[in-house]
Structure formats: structure tokens, C-alpha cells
């Protein structure tokens, strides 16, 4: 299916624009001009006027030329008759922000909609969507914050997941490719852009945030006909009996026992993450490449209790945290003192710098007896985590086909550090649970590991 329109117009118009600060009309138009969207921007309004120095058209109709898509945030019992006139004009794509459809009980209203749209063949997102964004084209028709450029794309059902990741990716530097809040898909819905993604260049991995989904049947024959092309993975929400009522009046969809689902990702080699923090994490690592051959982990932190939940975390997604050989202690402690221990996790105590991870890391990597390295840093007051993050970017650099799995921990105490390494392509994650999911994403995709979680 070609969405190309929705992601790739040469102009677009807001329909429902507004001149007053705050309100949604004004922040989409003031997103879309300040995120540098190069193409055409018509904002709508019957009052008219302008808008950050953009003429106001009474209507659709009265645009001098046809914009490819529409973004439309009027009240909902005017939404029908909008797209018809979209559709009218020869518009493509209409993506609705509106809410008060089928989430609300109004399904009447929501197939009138639909109605208007396929009488005029245009394609529709929404209602009740948070939007669309590609940043290839700094196109950011969305009610969230904007967001870094990177390898994942995301096809969430709540515009507000959305906003969470977006928030992760705005503390390091790694970022999305597309982002599309489908809401009560009542045309295009998740799966279409599923298909639409798996044949997109531009994204390296999918993450999805899912309730409930329409057209199993279509699913499975995505799923099926695209396995294998690239990482998916999901968080399914509406997992209990609370949840999936939960979810039916979030986008108006019924919730299918959770067991068809994880079923599903299963069968098809769809990673499910354990929490949104997690759905990130793995997604970043995937989408930028990042592969282990098999499940022997090593663990190299500076602070003991860390790795021994670190540890847990890694035996309990099934990888293999083995101590090293005598063959390779030795090397170790040809630089390492005495108070490190080197049984895997390898603690390099508070006062770990550059010299004793880097080190680490290369003799372990030269050893082949691991696959890939979780790497713990948890910085004292009176150390510099910078040495940790630039020990781990050296490495990363020598191409020794063992990948990191950076964690540091926490906040503005380690900001700099995660930007460091994210801007020089190698993702990081915040907490220990992430960390473990990631380094078993890595591992299941890397075709070395085809087990299970153990819990």
C-alpha cells in the first residue's frame, strides 16, 4: 500500500487552524513551520487572517492550489462534511485530530466520515489521531513533542506513548524516522502503515504500541509475508480484562484475549517488550544495526549490586552470564588490582576509569568467549562518567564485532554521557531492565538465540 502521501506531501493544509496561542490549530501550524517543513503550508479557517505570517483560506476550496494532505482539528460533527470537500478538490490523505467518534460511542458519525472519504477514494488516519511525523522532510503534523531523527519508526494507538518516547529520545540524541498516532483507524489502520513501513528505507526498525487490532486476518498475512524483512517490536496494552475495557473506549476497538497476541509475535518473530521504556531501548538498538551472534553476556560495572541485578535480569530473558576462563582472568589481571572482581559480572569498583573499560572490553572481545557486553555505569561523586562513556565509543570504533549495551544511570548526573555516545551512533539505555531487554533483542535478531524468556 502507498502512503507516500502521508508522509511525503509537497503541501499540506490545517484545517481548523487557529490564531490563538495554545489552542490545537495554532500549535500544528506552529509546529509544522518551526520543525523547517519545506513544502507548502495552508492553514484554514473560515475567519481568516494569518498565522505566524500565513495568509488564513476561508476553506478548503478556497486554496489556490490542491495541498496533498489535510490535517483536520474541527469540531467532530463537522469532520464528514470537511473530508468530502477535501475529497472534492482531488486532496489525497485527511488526518483527522478530531476526537468524539466511535471512542465515545458515536459510531454513527465515525462511518459517516468514512462515507464521505471513499465516495472521493481519500485515504483517512484517525479520528481521535495525535498525528504524523517524518523528520527525513522535518514534516511534524503532530499535537507531541518534536523529536531527534533516527532509525525507528513508531505506530502507536495513543498519541500520548508517543509523547513518553519522544521524551526518552529527547534525553539522549537517537530518534524516530516516522511516527503515526492512528487513533480509532477507521480507514488506514496500523496494519496498512505496518506494510508501508516494512518496505520503507528510512526506517531500520518498527516499534508498536498496540490495543487492540481490527483485521487479524491481515496481520497475519503482513506478518507472514514480511518476516524477517526488519526488528518489530510491540508493548500490547489491554493486556487484563480491566485493561481491554480500557482500551475499547480509548480508540472504540474490542480487545482480543491477550494470549491470540503474544501467540502472534511469537509465530512471527515479533519481539514484545516488557515495558514502553523497553519498546524504545530495543527498537534503537535494532534499528541502527545492532546484532549479537549468540546469548553469552558479559557484565562490566563499576558497582556491585547493579551487576548482580543486571545479572538476574539477563539469565531471566535466557542469555548466558558464564564466568570467564582462567585463560582470560589472567589477562585481566595483567592490568586490573586485586579489589576488581572478575567472575562475571566483572566489578571494577567505584574508581573504574577509561583504562580498566576499555581494557576490559578489548581483551574480552579478542577472547571470542562472549557475544556481547552489558556495560554498567553508575558514577560516584567524585568520578568523571565521561571517562566510562568514551572508553565505551573507543571500542565501539575498533569494529571488533562484540556490541555494547551501555546503561547509566541516572539523570542529569549521566545526560552528557548519553549524548556523547548517542550522537556518535551508539544507543544507550537508562535502567537495568532495558538493558537486559535490549542485549536479548539483539541476540533473537541476530539469529544466534532462538529461545524464550524464562518468566
Not at 520503507?200 to 506478518?223: H, K, P, Q, W
Not at 535466557?318 to 589481571?333: A, T
Not at 579489589?339 to 571494577?348: E, G, H, V, Y
Request: glycine share 12%.
Amino acid at each position: 500500500m502507498n502512503l507516500d502521501f502521508f508522509f511525503y506531501p509537497n503541501s499540506v493544509a490545517i484545517v481548523g487552524a487557529s490564531t490563538v496561542p495554545g489552542k490545537v490549530g495554532y500549535e500544528l501550524v506552529k509546529s509544522i513551520v518551526e520543525a523547517g517543513f519545506g513544502g507548502d503550508i495552508f492553514p484554514v479557517n473560515p475567519k481568516g487572517g494569518s498565522i505566524l505570517g500565513l495568509k488564513v483560506y476561508s476553506s478548503v476550496k478556497s486554496i489556490p492550489s490542491t495541498p496533498d494532505l489535510a490535517v483536520i482539528v474541527t469540531p467532530a460533527e463537522t469532520v464528514p462534511g470537511i473530508v468530502g470537500e477535501c475529497g472534492s478538490i482531488g486532496v489525497k490523505g485527511v488526518v483527522v485530530i478530531s476526537g468524539g467518534f466511535s471512542e465515545v460511542g458515536n459510531r454513527g458519525l465515525e462511518e459517516e466520515l468514512v462515507s464521505h472519504a471513499r465516495k472521493y477514494g481519500v485515504r483517512v488516519i484517525g479520528p481521535n489521531s495525535a498525528g504524523i511525523i517524518n523528520t527525513s522532510i522535518n514534516f511534524h503534523a503532530c499535537m507531541e513533542f518534536r523529536v531527534p531523527r533516527g532509525p525507528v519508526s513508531l505506530i502507536s494507538q495513543s498519541g500520548a506513548v508517543g509523547g513518553i518516547l519522544f521524551a526518552l529520545a529527547r534525553e539522549g540524541g537517537v530518534g524516530f524516522s516516522k511516527f503515526v498516532s492512528c487513533g480509532n483507524s477507521c480507514d488506514v489502520s496500523e496494519v496498512d502503515v505496518l506494510e508501508y513501513l516494512l518496505g520503507d528505507d528510512e526506517t531500520g526498525s518498527i516499534a508498536l504500541y498496540l490495543e487492540a487490532i481490527r483485521n487479524g486476518r491481515r496481520f497475519i498475512d503482513v506478518c507472514r509475508r514480511f518476516r524477517g524483512v526488519k526488528p518489530i517490536v510491540a508493548f500490547k496494552a489491554g493486556k487484563s480484562i480491566s485493561g481491554g475495557r480500557a482500551a475499547a473506549s480509548h480508540t472504540g476497538a474490542l480487545a482480543s484475549p491477550y494470549h491470540i497476541y503474544s501467540s502472534l509475535f511469537r509465530q512471527f518473530g515479533i519481539l514484545e517488550a516488557p515495558s514502553l521504556s523497553g519498546l524504545f531501548s530495543s527498537s534503537k538498538f535494532l534499528g541502527l544495526g545492532f546484532r549479537a551472534r549468540g546469548p553469552r553476556t558479559i557484565i562490566v560495572t563499576n558497582s556491585g549490586g547493579p551487576g548482580v541485578v543486571a545479572t538476574d535480569l539477563c539469565e531471566s530473558f535466557g542469555l548466558i552470564v558464564s564466568e570467564p576462563s582462567e585463560n582470560l582472568k589472567s589477562r585481566l589481571r595483567g592490568f586490573l588490582p586485586q579489589i576488581c572482581s572478575l567472575r562475571n559480572p566483572i566489578d571494577l569498583t567505584a574508581t573504574g576509569g577509561y583504562d580498566w573499560y576499555y581494557g576490559v572490553l578489548r581483551e574480552v572481545a579478542i577472547s571470542g568467549e562472549y557475544d556481547l557486553a552489558l556495560v554498567i555505569c553508575v558514577p560516584p561523586s567524585f568520578t568523571n562518567p565521561m571517562e566510562v562513556a568514551k572508553a565505551i565509543s573507543d571500542f565501539h570504533n575498533l569494529n571488533m564485532g562484540m556490541p555494547i549495551i551501555p546503561c547509566f544511570m541516572y539523570g542529569d548526573i549521566v545526560r552528557e554521557c548519553v549524548k556523547y555516545l548517542e550522537g556518535r551512533g551508539i544507543p544507550c539505555t537508562f535502567t537495568l531492565e532495558d538493558a537486559a531487554y535490549a542485549a536479548y533483542s539483539i541476540t533473537r535478531f541476530g539469529g544466534g538465540f532462538f529461545g524464550s524468556p524464562i518468566r
